[in-house]
């Protein structure tokens, strides 16, 4: 069964501390994503990423930087946590064959910054 | 650019009736169109993909969607609703040429009454 997997289902982090969001995929997919959801807003894009150490902004990228060294991984960090990023964070991974790019979404991870 | 507008953020029905979930997109090309899944604190899961084959799309768990192109829309349907379907449902648009681009509906959220 092909997998997304995120590191951390539940996290709680004080204003000011580093995060790391880790997102592990074992489908060999080039394409890699960081989503937030929050009510109301649906999903937004943080960063994508389409190979090993190729990063481009999505529609939310501010106080986010990620980080993908390795195809399987990607990466969010939030270098100084602020209450407004208290969401929910979903990655997913798609293939960048030919037809429909279909993302894989992980479980997410909730992070509450206190 | 492209949009999905969900018609409804939230449906009731009770077991055993039928689901109409309504989608509608704008779009300069074909696109393939997608509908997701997401349980309460679970990341999405895919139910059913249009790739411009046939029009009627059978997926996962008895649902199944319709692409009309005349009216733009991409309505999800299931027969007879169970409890377990009460969940949040996603319609999402992606660009046939852009494998980064990935257009989310609001959500629906879908209750299931006994």
């Known amino acids: 069964d092909v997998k997304v997997t995120q590191s951390s289902r539940y996290l709680v982090k004080r204003t000011g501390e580093k995060v790391f969001l880790e997102c592990v995929q074992d489908?060999?997919?080039?394409?890699m994503f960081w989503y937030r959801q929050d009510p109301g807003l649906g999903l937004r894009l943080i960063y994508f990423?389409?190979?090993?150490?190729?990063?481009e902004k999505g529609d939310i990228p501010e106080g986010y930087s990620v980080s993908r060294e390795k195809k399987e991984r990607f990466s969010l960090i939030l270098e100084s946590a602020s209450t407004n990023q208290t969401s929910m964070y979903l990655c997913?991974?798609?293939?960048?064959?030919?037809?429909?790019?279909?993302?894989?979404f992980g479980a997410g991870s909730r992070l509450t910054v206190l | 650019a492209q949009s999905v507008t969900q018609l409804d953020s939230h449906v009731s029905v009770s077991e055993g009736t039928p689901v109409l979930l309504r989608c509608n997109y704008s779009?300069?090309?074909?696109?393939?169109l997608f509908w997701y899944v997401q349980h309460p604190n679970k990341g999405l899961q895919l139910l059913l993909k249009?790739?411009?084959?046939?029009?009627l799309v059978k997926g996962i768990n008895g649902f199944e969607a319709e692409f009309k192109k005349s009216e733009t829309s991409f309505h999800l349907t299931k027969p007879s609703a169970h409890m377990s379907d009460a969940a949040e449902y996603f319609c999402?648009?992606?660009?046939?040429?852009?494998?980064?681009?990935?257009?989310f509906g609001s959500g629906t959220k879908l209750n299931v009454k006994p």
């Open positions: 997913a991974s798609s293939s960048r064959g030919a037809g429909a790019n279909v993302l894989t």
């Open positions: 990423s389409y190979d090993v150490k190729m990063k």
């Open positions: 999402v648009v992606s660009e046939p040429y852009n494998f980064n681009k990935f257009y």
């Open positions: 489908m060999d997919h080039e394409n």
């Open positions: 249009y790739t411009s084959a046939a029009t």
């Open positions: 779009s300069s090309y074909s696109p393939s």
